[in-house]
């Protein structure tokens, strides 16, 4: 709610501003994106005495980290989203840019998020299932399904959330750098923009780990 207005006044007094978000975010959800690479390829296995010492490390600050990092994460393809919507009808009326980048966050909130807290409480309703039914029977079966489902289910969207991530920075970068959106006019648009996100997470991240050197 709070994303739509400012995005209406941003475009009404400093629009400049808008493709600059766009922009600073889509370096964001590169950076994330090829993070993630590069921790699932690269990560090195930990040695025992390691795996000890993080056990006994505060649980709840790791959790923490991981919340604030997805809510940022969905902050930031929110706003992608409500100023992709809000682009698409500049040349439109108020009335028509106002209803149209508040049905589009509506939807965005209501769609993505209900998505994920079903996903979310998979395994609550099948151990509900199981209780329910003694262990027993079609339901159990359900139940039992559902708490195996859902590990399969995070696996696969955490793959696919990358892949997007990065597609949606490169695309975001080819449709608002002029100089990139004529680059290579051979190649397929998928490619140019996975390429596109997959260069601008190398850099990020590449100037993330140059400044926690430093600091």
């Known amino acids: 709610l709070i994303i739509v207005p400012i995005a209406l006044l941003l475009n009404a007094f400093f629009p400049i501003a808008i493709k600059i978000i766009l922009i600073l975010g889509g370096v964001y959800l590169a950076y994330e994106g090829v993070e993630k690479i590069i921790e699932y390829f690269f990560h090195r296995q930990k040695e025992g005495h390691e795996v000890v010492a993080e056990i006994k490390q ?120 002029d100089f990139l959106h004529h680059l290579l006019p051979a190649v397929p648009s998928i490619i140019k923009e996975a390429l596109f996100g997959l260069v601008a997470g190398l850099v990020a991240v590449g100037i993330v780990k140059i400044v926690k050197a430093i600091f």
């Open 58 to 177: 505060d649980g709840k600050d790791a959790e923490k980290a991981k919340v604030k990092s997805a809510i940022t994460t969905d902050c930031i393809l929110s706003i992608e989203i409500v100023i992709i919507a809000l682009g698409t009808v500049l040349t439109e009326s108020l009335s028509l840019q106002i209803l149209t980048v508040s049905v589009v966050a509506l939807l965005a909130t209501v769609g993505v998020y209900g998505i994920v807290a079903i996903i979310v409480r998979m395994d609550d309703a099948g151990y509900k299932l199981i209780k329910r039914s003694g262990d027993k029977g079609l339901l159990a079966g359900m139940g039992h399904m559902l708490v195996k489902s859902l590990p399969i289910i995070i696996r696969i969207l955490a793959v696919v959330g990358t892949i997007a991530l990065i597609l949606v920075a490169g695309g975001i970068f080819a449709h608002n750098i």
